[in-house]
């Protein structure tokens, strides 16, 4: 089992960058593929980016890629949310999420979760 505690959410003006942090505990980190969802009021949660066990392979959402980045550092059992050019409808809760398959897209994938961490842009 892992767990997963998030970091790095706040309020940010349109246009900014903020990181999200995930700091996993538990089983070896490299077991899993992680990945970066969110959930904003009323919607579905989505997936927005996803990584493989060695970091090497990167999956991005339609409406992030190119704006944001996921990186994971296995020697300290830390993935990352590097988001830039936030935009309004970037607002959401963000959850970091870890799965047992080794690079996973699909949110029933995913075992483990964090609590959620809150994003807002302002316009």
């Known amino acids: 089992q892992v767990q997963l505690v998030e970091s790095g959410g706040g309020l940010v003006q349109a246009g900014g960058s903020l990181r999200l942090s995930c700091a996993a505990s538990?089983?070896?980190?490299?077991?899993?593929?992680m990945g970066w969802f969110r959930q904003a009021s009323g919607k579905e949660r989505e997936l927005v980016a996803a990584t493989n066990m060695s970091g090497r392979s990167a999956y991005y959402g339609d409406s992030v890629r190119g704006r944001f980045t996921i990186s994971r550092d296995n020697a300290k059992n830390m993935v990352y949310l590097q988001m830039s050019n936030l935009k309004p409808e970037d607002t959401a809760v963000y959850y970091c999420?870890?799965?047992?398959?080794?690079?996973?897209?699909?949110?029933?994938?995913?075992?483990?979760w964090g609590q959620g961490i809150q994003v807002t842009v302002s316009s």
């Open positions: 538990g089983r070896t980190f490299t077991s899993y593929g």
């Open positions: 999420a870890a799965s047992l398959s080794s690079f996973a897209t699909r949110e029933d994938r995913y075992a483990y």
